[in-house]
């Protein structure tokens, strides 16, 4: 089966696509999932809905006709990106847009993404796996994060070899995934990578050019690392309702700092957040649009006593891995599989995650299967 994968994080500058075929074969100590990695790329927001989905974010309140017409345009644009990729595909598994994720106390009450699946289907023809988050919220969990699916069986080689291993994404919220010999896996988000960057910088610093010119602020760092969410114990999750571009104004106490110095603390407050979270691990695999800032690798080579890589040496490309990570979400609705991973999200079991929106192939072919492969080929 060949899965259209596709993902729209915190950063929300685009759409990440990737196409994967998936088979399944019998090893020796269980099955083999084999995935073929297609034709795969990102595919920019449009700059008027850009500006617009970014006005209506928290600490906004946009009225329902902003929502109802971002649904659609971000679904027409979502549509227009699939519509484009020049390879055939059964199925299409369309995360969307994460607008709001309603948290309190702790605890995931509801999360909202937008862009309309039938938009998608319409313009190719194809079912479309949706909403993935949902199910798993109304079991008890957090409704993220959702690529340990991927992660565990990417980090199975180096746990088999004794090693406890985490894969790292950097978008605009981090996120990490630990397996270790013998232990449940764990996942959860670390705090802001580049979102508050972003904000600071008046658009994206991803080369690292800003935060290099600059000097680290000791007291607005100091502030920042105060923030209760890193102390609270996973599973737990966030976003830009908490770590909006108003977040910083209320810890400077009226101060004004260069650009530089301000986009130069807030990148070390994602190396302290992240080393903090990942202490104690062996090696860590990055992925997402931060692996671009070679000031934000640096300070975590410096700061993590661990082996660094990217996931491209794992075979799985950097900029696209949660777009492969949602291709196999829709493989798993597909055959009947849980999707998410109740010791990471804290759901109350494994749920099937998504609905189906038919495309004028009706729906896809499922085949019910009993439990995931234990290995995993990629190419």
């Given at each position: ?179 270790a010999p013998g232990e449940p896996v764990r996942a959860w988000d670390t705090g802001p ?85 990942l202490a104690g691990v062996d090696v860590v695999v990055v992925s997402g649009g931060g ?46 599989r849980p999707g998410n991973v109740p010791s990471c999200t804290g759901a109350r079991g ?30």
């Open positions: 089966m060949r899965v259209l994968g596709m993902m729209s994080g915190t950063s929300h500058d685009g759409i990440d696509v990737a196409v994967v075929e998936f088979s399944e074969t019998e090893g020796p100590d269980g099955g083999v999932l084999r995935a073929r990695l297609g034709e795969r790329g990102s595919v920019p927001y449009s700059p008027s809905l850009r500006a617009d989905l970014v006005a209506a974010l928290p600490p906004a309140r946009p009225g329902l006709e902003q929502v109802c017409a971002l649904d659609v345009r971000i679904g027409q644009e979502f549509a227009a990106a699939a519509a484009a990729v020049g390879e055939e595909y059964d199925l299409v598994c369309s995360h969307g847009q994460t607008v709001f994720h309603w948290v309190e106390g702790g605890q995931a009450r509801g999360t909202l993404q937008l862009g309309q699946p039938a938009w998608i289907a319409e313009a190719t023809g194809r079912p479309v796996v949706s909403d993935l988050r949902t199910a798993d919220v109304a079991a008890g969990g957090q409704g993220a994060p959702l690529v340990p699916l991927l992660d565990g069986l990417l980090l199975a080689p180096f746990v088999e070899r004794g090693l406890t291993a985490a894969a790292l994404n950097l978008g605009g919220i981090a996120n990490v995934t630990v397996c990578a580049n979102a508050l960057v972003d904000a600071a910088a008046g658009g994206i610093d991803r080369d690292g050019r800003l935060a290099a010119s600059g000097t680290v602020d000791v007291k607005l760092l100091a502030a920042l690392l105060a923030e209760p969410f890193y102390a609270r114990t996973p599973p737990k999750t966030t976003g830009k309702e908490l770590f909006h571009p108003g977040y910083v104004d209320g810890l400077l106490d009226g101060r004004v700092l260069r650009p530089a110095d301000l986009v130069a603390t807030l990148t070390e407050l994602t190396v302290r957040t992240v080393a903090d979270a692996v671009r800032n070679p000031v934000l690798l640096a300070g975590l080579q410096r700061e993590l006593r661990a082996r660094v890589v990217l996931s491209d040496d794992l075979g799985c490309p950097a900029g696209e891995k949660e777009a492969v990570a949602f291709a196999l979400l829709g493989y798993a609705f597909a055959t009947g494994g749920r099937v995650l998504g609905r189906v929106t038919p495309g004028r192939s009706g729906l896809p072919a499922t085949t019910r299967s009993e439990r995931w492969p234990t290995a995993l080929h990629l190419s």
